[in-house]
C-alpha cells in the first residue's frame, strides 16, 4: 500500500524545509492538515504538491519520508489532483455558460416585449388621422431602426451562446485527454 499521507517531519523533507517554517506554512499558505487516530496532524500529498508543487521531493531517501512512498504513487495523486480540478473548471465553466444563457434568454424576452410595446404605440400614432405623411416616414423609419437594434442584440446573444457551447466542448475533449493520460501505465507515461 502506498503512503499518501506524512506526519510534519515528514513533509517538511518533502518540501525541504524546515519543520519550523513547515509549520509557518501552514498558517501563511492555508495548507490542510488531518489527525491519525492518536491525534498526530498528517499532510496529504496533494496538499504538498498543491503548495510546493515540483520542489515536493517524493523520490529521496525511503526512510527519510516515511518508508512505502513511491513514484507511481505521486503520479497517481497528481493526477488524482489534476482530474478534480478539471472537474472543478468543467462544472464552473457549465455553470457559467448556463447563467449566460439564462441572462441573455431574459433579455431577449425583455426586448421583444419591448418592441411590441412600442410597436403598437407606433402603430396607433401612424393612424391618428392628425399626423402628416412625413411623420409617417419618421415613425417608420424608427420601428426599422428598433427591430435592427433587437436582431443585432439576437445575433450577439446567439454568438455568445455558441462560444459557450464550444468552450464546454474544449473541457470535455481536455477532460477525456486527461482521463486517457491517467489510464497509461507508469512506463508509458514516462517513456511515451
Known sequence: MNKTKFNITEAAKIAGVTRKTFYQHINKKGISTSADDNGKTLIDASELIRIY????????DKEKIGGSFTKEAV?????QVET?????????????????ISRLEDHIEALEKRISEQKSQFTMLLEDKRAGGNEENKWEKAINAIEKRVANQESR??????????????????????????????????FG
Open 75 to 79: 503520479g497517481n495523486t497528481t493526477t
Open 157 to 190: 446573444a446567439q454568438n455568445e451562446k455558441e462560444r459557450a457551447d464550444k468552450i464546454l466542448k474544449q473541457n470535455l475533449f481536455l477532460k477525456k485527454q486527461l482521463e486517457e493520460e491517467k489510464n497509461k501505465s507508469f512506463l508509458k507515461k514516462l
Open 84 to 100: 478534480k480540478l478539471l472537474e472543478q473548471e468543467l462544472k464552473m465553466t457549465r455553470q457559467a455558460k448556463d447563467s449566460e
Open 53 to 60: 508543487g515540483d520542489k515536493c521531493k517524493f523520490d529521496g
